[in-house]
């Protein structure tokens, strides 16, 4: 449960990042980017599986780079159903935002959350 919350907050932050450097991506307020984070994981969780599993021929084919596209289509699903409150102007816009939050969701975990898991085990 702990690091499904730690996971929901980097995912939280990689997205407020996102809306405060790009103009196409908006969030309201940080409210809106922790049910986003929710949203996100939940799609990530129950559809992302069955649309690899559908899109398995592409994904083989391009190498992988098709999951970058599955990954920017979760992202404008999560923005729809946010309304107002989570806005993203086009699909490349989605794509782009997508490769940032997951190279961001890597930085964020494996050269914060790790070494502080790390320390906190030797002490």
Do not use: Q
Request: proline residues 2%; glycine residues 4%; positive net charge.
């Amino acid at each position: 449960m702990r690091n499904w919350l730690i996971s929901l907050l980097i995912n939280t932050i990689a997205l407020m990042v996102v809306a405060g450097y790009f103009d196409g991506f908006h969030i309201e307020n940080i409210g809106a980017a922790l049910l986003a984070s929710v949203l996100l994981s939940l799609f990530n969780l129950f559809l992302k599986p069955l649309l690899i599993i559908l899109t398995l021929p592409v994904t083989i084919v391009s190498l992988g780079l098709f999951l970058i596209v599955i990954n920017a289509a979760l992202l404008s699903l999560t923005a729809e159903l946010m309304g107002d409150s989570f806005n993203i102007d086009s699909f490349g816009m989605a794509l782009l935002a997508s490769i940032i939050i997951s190279l961001l969701n890597m930085f964020l975990t494996n050269f914060i959350y790790e070494p502080l898991k790390k320390r906190r085990k030797r002490k």
